[in-house]
C-alpha cells in the first residue's frame, strides 16, 4: 500500500507540474485580486473603486489623467482647446462666460454587440445625467452642460455654462448604450432597478472597451472576455478574472497558492502589509510602489479654543517627525506631504513652506501662546486647561492606528496630551467629521490631477445645517483669501498664471495650516514576473483602462 | 399538537412583525445613511447632489414613515430593491441562501455525524484512555480562532499542497460539480472543525446522564446488546437536550457564518448580512435577518414538536 502510494506521489507532482503555466499554457489567462466587489456595473451610478477598475477594461471614458498625469482621449479622436478651434469661449446672457466644447468619437468605436458608437449615445447619457430622478451620483457635470448640438452620427458640441481652465476634461461622461439601454430609462426613477448593467450584466452591447463582461458571480468574480467588436490593438489575454478577496491575508494566501496571479494596487493590500509581504516573498514577485493622490491628513476643528490659534498649530506639525515615522513605519515609501497638492500634480510649488522636525521650536512656540509645561508634563494655560486634544480615526485601520500610536508619543514629548479615540468609518464620516464633533481627526482626501480644493478648502463648504452638512471642509477653515485662489484657479486658462495661483494656495495652506499635512499613500502593486505593461498612474484613473498594454513577457 | 402549532405560529408571526419594526429602526439609528456614503467614495458630490439622492432613495422620509412603506409592500409580496446589489432583494439574497445552505448545511451534519459518534464514545468509558483525547480534541477545536484555522487549512491544502483552491465559490468560467465542490472542503473543514467540539461535549454529557438512568440498567439486565441499549434506550433521552441545541443552530444555516465566508472570499449569508448592515441597505437586511428569525423560531417548534416524539411523557398545552 505505502509502495504504490510513493509511486503515485511522483506522477502526481509530474501531473500538477504539467498543470502549472509554466509548462503548456500560453498564459493566456490573468487572475486578478482586489479586496471590494463591485454593486453595480452601471457607470453613472455608484462611485466605487472596484467598478472604476473592472469598468477600465470594458467601457472607454472619453477623457482621462494617464500615467504622466496628462490629459488625453480614449474615446474621442483630439482633445479640443481654444488653440485648435475646438474650444470655443462664449459670452453668456448674465455677462459670464461659457465655452463651447466640440468632440468627435473615434470612428472605429463599436459596442460589443457590433452597434457603433454615436452621438445618440451622447444625447441619451446627458438625458440620463440631467434628470433628478435618474440617481447619477455627482450630477455637476451635467447641470453645467446647457446644451448640446450634433453635428453627425460621431461629432457633437457642449454649451458649457462656465469656462474653466480644464473645460477639456470631461472624464465623466462615460456614454451608456442608447440602442438598448433607453427602455430601461422610460422610468426616469426606475432606472437604477432597471438598468440592463443590473439586470442583464453580461449583455454585450453595454460595453465599448477592448473586454466585455461574460460572466458575472455576485460577491465572488467578474470574468472578462475580449469584444470582437473592438477595433483598437487587442488585449493579450482571452480572459480576465477580477477575482474579490476582501481579507488582506486570505487575498496573500490566493496570491501564493496561485489562485489569483497578481494584486491590484488601486484594491490591494494597504503599504504595511506590502512591505511584510515582499520580506517574506518579494523575490516570487514584481511590486511596484506608486505614490499617489489620497492624501493622509489630520484635520484641525479650528473652532476649538487651542487650535484656533495658528501657532499652536505650526507647534504641532514641528513637533512631528514624519520623516522618520515613514522611513520606520513605511521604509521610506510613503512619501511627506508638504500639502494637499502631490509633487507630480502640475499645481505643485516647491516654494511650498516645509516643516522639519523641530520640537525646540516647537516647545517656544507652545510657550509664547501661553501653554507652558505643568505637573506630569502636560502643558496647561494660564486658566489651568491642559492642552489636551482628542485624535480620531478610522477604528480598524491597522495603517492609521499605527501612526496615530507615534504620534501621540511624539506630541506627548511636547507636553501634548493626546487621547486616541477611533470610530468605525461610517461613524467617522457619516456622522462625527460631518457634524465637526472632533478636535483631530485624521483620514485621507481623494482628488485628481489640478484638482481644485473647493470642497476641502472654499468656506462655503464648511459642512453646516444650511447644507446639510454635506460641505467637506470639515476644519471649518474660513479664508476669503483662499476663497479668492479657489475662485481664480478655476477659470485661469493662462498655465503660467493658474501656476502662481497654484503656488499661493499651496504656501497659504501650509502657512495657515487647517489641517497638518501627513503623507500621500502609497498604492502598491503585486505583479507576477511573467507580466508587463502594467503602469500604475497614482491618479483615480485605473491601470485597466490600459490593459491592452499588458503582455507576457518570455 | 395542533392547537399547540397554530398559537405557536401566531406568535411566530407577531414576533417576526415586531423584529422587523426592531431590525429597521436600529439599522435606520445608526450613524451615515446611504448617500453619506457615497459620497465618501466620490468627494465630488454636491451638497445638491446629496440632497437630490436622498430623495430619489427615499431618505428625506421619517424613518417611521420609510417603514410603513416597506411594510405595505411586503405585504403586497414586494420585498424590495437591494441598493448594495443592484438587485431585487430576493435575486440578491436566493443565490447566496443556496451557497450558505450547502456550506452551513454539509458542516452542520458533518460535525453532527462525527459529534454523534465521538460524543457516544466518550460517554461509554468516561474518563477512559478514549475520552481524554475526544476531549482534548473538543476543547481545541472550540477554542481556536475561526480565522486563525481557516488561514492555517489555506497555508497548508492551497499554498503549500496546492490541492485545493483557496478560495471562491467556482473557477471563472467553469460550471463542473467537482470544481464547485472542490471550492466547499476548505471552508466546510474549518465549519466542522470549528463547531464539532461543542457538539460532542454536549452529546457527551447527554449521554452519560441517559447511560446512568434505571431504565438503561434494566435493559441491560434483560440482555440487550450494548447496541440496542445505545440507540434504541440511552439515544432516545439523550436526545432530547441535543435537539433544543441542534434547534438553537438551525438559524445559523441561513444567516451564514461572516468570519468563515471572508476568509475565503464565499459569497454567503453572513457577509450579505453585514455588508448589507454595515452599507445601510434597508431592504436586503431587514429580510436576511427575519429569515434567519423565522428559521430559528420555526426549528425551535420543530423542535419542541420532536420532544413528544422522543419522549412520550411530554404533552403540548
Known sequence: ?554 | MIRFSAIRLVEIAVTVLVMSFLIYVLIGLMPGDPIDLMRQADPRMSAADVARLKVVYGLDQPLFARYLGWLRLALAGDLGYSRLFAAPVWSALLPRLGNSLLLMGSSFFLALALALGLGIAAARRPNSRLDGPINLFCFAGVSMPTFWLALVLILVFATGLGWLPASGIATAGTSGLGDRLSHLVLPVATLTLASIGGYTRYVRAAMKEALAQDHIRTARAKGASEARVILHHAMRSALIPVTTILALSFGGLVSGALVTETMFAYPGMGKLIFDAVMGNDYNLALVALLLATITTMLANLAADLAYGWLDPRVSYR
Request: proline letters at 7%.
Open chain 1, 1 to 554: 500500500m505505502g509502495q504504490r502510494g510513493s509511486r503515485r506521489l511522483p506522477a502526481l507532482a509530474i501531473a500538477l507540474l504539467l498543470s502549472s503555466p509554466a509548462f503548456g499554457d500560453e498564459r493566456d489567462s490573468l487572475t486578478i485580486g482586489i479586496t471590494q466587489f463591485p454593486s453595480t456595473l452601471n457607470p453613472n451610478i455608484d462611485a466605487m473603486a472596484a467598478k472604476s477598475y473592472v469598468l477600465g477594461m470594458a467601457l472607454r471614458p472619453f477623457t482621462v489623467y494617464d500615467a504622466d498625469w496628462q490629459l488625453i482621449c480614449l474615446l474621442c479622436v483630439t482633445l479640443p482647446s481654444i488653440e485648435n478651434g475646438l474650444a470655443v469661449p462664449v459670452d453668456l446672457a448674465d455677462g459670464k462666460k461659457g465655452i463651447d466644447i466640440t468632440y468627435t468619437i473615434r470612428p472605429e468605436a463599436n459596442w460589443g454587440d457590433g452597434a457603433p458608437v454615436t452621438t445618440d449615445d451622447v444625447l441619451f447619457t446627458y438625458e440620463v445625467g440631467r434628470d433628478p430622478k435618474s440617481a447619477v451620483g455627482n450630477a455637476e457635470f451635467y447641470r453645467r452642460i446647457t446644451g448640446i448640438d450634433v453635428k453627425d452620427e460621431k461629432t457633437f458640441t457642449l454649451h458649457v455654462d462656465k469656462l474653466t481652465f480644464d473645460y477639456a476634461a470631461i472624464n465623466d461622461f462615460v456614454l451608456l448604450p442608447a440602442h438598448i439601454e433607453r427602455a430601461a430609462f422610460a422610468d426616469p426613477a426606475q432606472y437604477r432597478v432597471r438598468t440592463l448593467y443590473n439586470t442583464e450584466p453580461t449583455n454585450p452591447g453595454l460595453y465599448n472597451g477592448p473586454y466585455r463582461v461574460s460572466e458575472v458571480a455576485a460577491g465572488s468574480y467578474v470574468l472578462l472576455e475580449p469584444n470582437p467588436h473592438w477595433a483598437g490593438s487587442p488585449g493579450h489575454f482571452r480572459r480576465i478574472t477580477v477575482r474579490a478577496i476582501e481579507n488582506t491575508a486570505a487575498l496573500e494566501a490566493n496570491l501564493l497558492s496561485g489562485t489569483i496571479d497578481m494584486v491590484a494596487g488601486e484594491l490591494g493590500l494597504s503599504l504595511d502589509e506590502a512591505l511584510a509581504f515582499e520580506k517574506r516573498h518579494g523575490d516570487a514577485f514584481r511590486m511596484i510602489y506608486q505614490p499617489g493622490l489620497v492624501y493622509e491628513h489630520i484635520d484641525l476643528n479650528l473652532d476649538r479654543p487651542a487650535l484656533a490659534d495658528r501657532r499652536v498649530r505650526e507647534a504641532l506639525i514641528l513637533g512631528l517627525d514624519r520623516e522618520a515615522i515613514s522611513k520606520s513605519l513605511f521604509a521610506g515609501r510613503q512619501k511627506v506631504a508638504d500639502s494637499f497638492v502631490h509633487p507630480l500634480d502640475a499645481g505643485y510649488s516647491a516654494d511650498t513652506p516645509r516643516y522639519q522636525y523641530d520640537p525646540a521650536r516647537a516647545a517656544t512656540l507652545l510657550d509664547a501662546t501661553g501653554w507652558q509645561v505643568g505637573p506630569g508634563g502636560i502643558r496647561r494655560n494660564a486658566a489651568g486647561q491642559t492642552l489636551s486634544l482628542e485624535l480620531m480615526t478610522t477604528a480598524g485601520n491597522r495603517t492609521r492606528e499605527l501612526v496615530e500610536q507615534v504620534l501621540q508619543s511624539q506630541w506627548r514629548k511636547l507636553g501634548v496630551d493626546i487621547r486616541i479615540k477611533n470610530e468605525p468609518a461610517r461613524v467617522l464620516f457619516g456622522e462625527t467629521v460631518p457634524h465637526r464633533r472632533f478636535d483631530m481627526a485624521m483620514y485621507a482626501w481623494i482628488s485628481a490631477p489640478e484638482n481644485v480644493p473647493r470642497s476641502i478648502l472654499h468656506s462655503s463648504e464648511v459642512p453646516d445645517a444650511a447644507n446639510g452638512f454635506a460641505g467637506q471642509n470639515a476644519a471649518g477653515f474660513n479664508s476669503p483669501e483662499m476663497d479668492r485662489l479657489i475662485d481664480a484657479l478655476e477659470i485661469e486658462l493662462d498655465p503660467r498664471k493658474r501656476k502662481a495661483l497654484w503656488a499661493d494656495a499651496q504656501r497659504l495652506y501650509a502657512t495657515e495650516l487647517p489641517s497638518l499635512p501627513l503623507f500621500f499613500r502609497s498604492d502598491v502593486f503585486i505583479l507576477p514576473k511573467w507580466l508587463s505593461g502594467v503602469r500604475p498612474t497614482g491618479n483615480q484613473y485605473p491601470t485597466t483602462l490600459w490593459i491592452t498594454d499588458w503582455t507576457v513577457q518570455p
